[in-house]
Protein backbone atom coordinates (compact mmCIF):
# COMPACT_ATOMS: atom_id res chain seq x y z
CA UNK A 1 0.00 0.00 0.00
CA UNK A 2 0.74 3.29 -0.63
CA UNK A 3 0.27 6.37 1.62
CA UNK A 4 1.51 9.47 0.57
CA UNK A 5 1.27 11.16 4.26
CA UNK A 6 4.21 8.69 5.24
CA UNK A 7 5.87 9.22 2.37
CA UNK A 8 5.87 12.74 3.23
CA UNK A 9 7.00 11.91 7.31
CA UNK A 10 9.66 10.03 5.65
CA UNK A 11 10.91 12.42 3.89
CA UNK A 12 13.87 14.51 5.30
CA UNK A 13 11.89 18.18 4.34
CA UNK A 14 9.77 20.80 6.61
CA UNK A 15 6.66 21.04 5.95
CA UNK A 16 4.23 23.92 7.05
CA UNK A 17 1.37 24.23 9.73
CA UNK A 18 -1.00 21.97 10.01
CA UNK A 19 0.70 19.23 7.67
CA UNK A 20 4.07 19.11 9.81
CA UNK A 21 1.87 18.75 12.73
CA UNK A 22 0.55 15.78 11.42
CA UNK A 23 3.62 14.45 9.83
CA UNK A 24 5.44 14.90 13.03
CA UNK A 25 3.15 12.42 14.73
CA UNK A 26 4.21 9.84 12.05
CA UNK A 27 7.75 10.34 12.85
CA UNK A 28 7.18 10.18 16.22
CA UNK A 29 6.08 6.23 15.28
CA UNK A 30 9.47 6.10 13.24
CA UNK A 31 11.54 7.21 16.06
CA UNK A 32 9.94 4.90 18.48
CA UNK A 33 10.33 1.75 16.17
CA UNK A 34 13.69 2.98 14.55
CA UNK A 35 15.23 -0.37 14.82
CA UNK A 36 13.03 -1.94 13.81
CA UNK A 37 12.27 0.16 10.76
CA UNK A 38 15.74 0.71 10.05
CA UNK A 39 16.80 -3.36 9.70
CA UNK A 40 14.20 -3.57 7.34
CA UNK A 41 16.61 -3.25 4.01
CA UNK A 42 13.66 -2.93 1.03
CA UNK A 43 12.60 0.83 1.37
CA UNK A 44 9.05 -0.55 0.08
CA UNK A 45 8.59 -3.40 3.26
CA UNK A 46 9.60 -0.54 5.43
CA UNK A 47 7.53 2.21 4.06
CA UNK A 48 4.38 -0.82 4.47
CA UNK A 49 5.57 -1.33 8.19
CA UNK A 50 5.66 2.03 9.32
CA UNK A 51 2.08 2.65 7.86
CA UNK A 52 1.31 -0.22 9.98
CA UNK A 53 2.79 0.68 13.33
CA UNK A 54 1.29 4.62 12.51
CA UNK A 55 -2.32 2.81 12.26
CA UNK A 56 -1.62 1.09 15.08
CA UNK A 57 -0.10 4.54 17.42
CA UNK A 58 -3.16 6.07 15.90
CA UNK A 59 -5.57 3.61 17.11
CA UNK A 60 -3.92 3.63 20.80
CA UNK A 61 -4.31 7.31 20.25
CA UNK A 62 -8.24 7.08 20.18
CA UNK A 63 -8.09 4.71 23.35
CA UNK A 64 -5.95 7.59 25.31
CA UNK A 65 -8.99 10.62 24.48
CA UNK A 66 -11.13 11.12 27.37
CA UNK A 67 -14.41 10.71 25.79
CA UNK A 68 -13.47 7.32 25.04
CA UNK A 69 -12.49 6.52 28.93
CA UNK A 70 -15.19 8.63 30.01
CA UNK A 71 -17.71 6.07 28.09
CA UNK A 72 -15.80 3.22 28.92
CA UNK A 73 -16.17 3.88 32.62
CA UNK A 74 -19.71 5.00 32.06
CA UNK A 75 -20.81 1.29 30.58
CA UNK A 76 -18.61 -0.06 33.69
CA UNK A 77 -20.88 1.74 35.96
CA UNK A 78 -23.96 0.60 34.19
CA UNK A 79 -23.13 -2.78 33.78
CA UNK A 80 -22.28 -3.07 30.83
CA UNK A 81 -20.46 -6.54 30.15
CA UNK A 82 -18.44 -4.94 27.12
CA UNK A 83 -16.95 -1.84 28.35
CA UNK A 84 -14.00 -1.29 26.30
CA UNK A 85 -14.49 0.27 22.58
CA UNK A 86 -13.88 -1.62 19.32
CA UNK A 87 -11.65 0.09 17.77
CA UNK A 88 -10.52 -1.13 14.41
CA UNK A 89 -6.97 -1.07 13.03
CA UNK A 90 -6.84 -1.74 9.57
CA UNK A 91 -5.09 -0.59 6.48
CA UNK A 92 -6.23 -0.94 2.69
CA UNK A 93 -4.49 -1.22 -0.21
CA UNK A 94 -5.67 0.63 -3.02
CA UNK A 95 -2.96 -1.77 -5.19
CA UNK A 96 -4.91 -4.78 -4.58
CA UNK A 97 -8.49 -3.47 -3.18
CA UNK A 98 -7.03 -5.15 0.07
CA UNK A 99 -8.43 -4.28 3.68
CA UNK A 100 -6.11 -5.58 6.06
CA UNK A 101 -7.13 -5.74 9.86
CA UNK A 102 -3.78 -5.50 11.72
CA UNK A 103 -3.52 -8.25 14.86
CA UNK A 104 -3.35 -5.69 17.33
CA UNK A 105 -3.86 -6.50 21.65
CA UNK A 106 -5.45 -3.68 22.50
CA UNK A 107 -5.52 -4.60 26.07
CA UNK A 108 -1.71 -4.79 26.46
CA UNK A 109 -1.46 -1.42 25.29
CA UNK A 110 -3.97 -0.69 27.88
CA UNK A 111 -2.30 -2.17 31.27
CA UNK A 112 1.24 -0.48 29.70
CA UNK A 113 -0.41 3.18 29.43
CA UNK A 114 -3.12 2.90 32.18
CA UNK A 115 -0.69 4.70 34.67
CA UNK A 116 0.11 7.78 32.18
CA UNK A 117 -3.37 7.73 30.55
CA UNK A 118 -6.11 6.27 32.87
CA UNK A 119 -8.38 9.26 33.27
CA UNK A 120 -11.30 7.09 34.33
CA UNK A 121 -9.84 3.39 35.40
CA UNK A 122 -13.16 1.18 36.09
CA UNK A 123 -10.97 -2.52 36.48
Same mark, same amino acid.
Given at each position: !????????????? &????? /?? %???? @??? *??? =?????? /?????? =? *?????? %?? &?? @??? +? +??? @???????????????? =????? !?? =?????? #? #???????????? &?? *???? !???? /?????????? *?
Amino acid at each position: !YECEGVRAAEAAK &DFVAP /LE %LWLR @NVR *DVY =AKHREE /LDAIED =A *DARHRR %LV &DL @NVI +Q +QCV @NVLKTGAVQRRRAATW =AEGEP !YT =APLVHA #V #VFDPKTGDLRRL &DI *DFEE !YRDE /LSNVYGLYLV *D
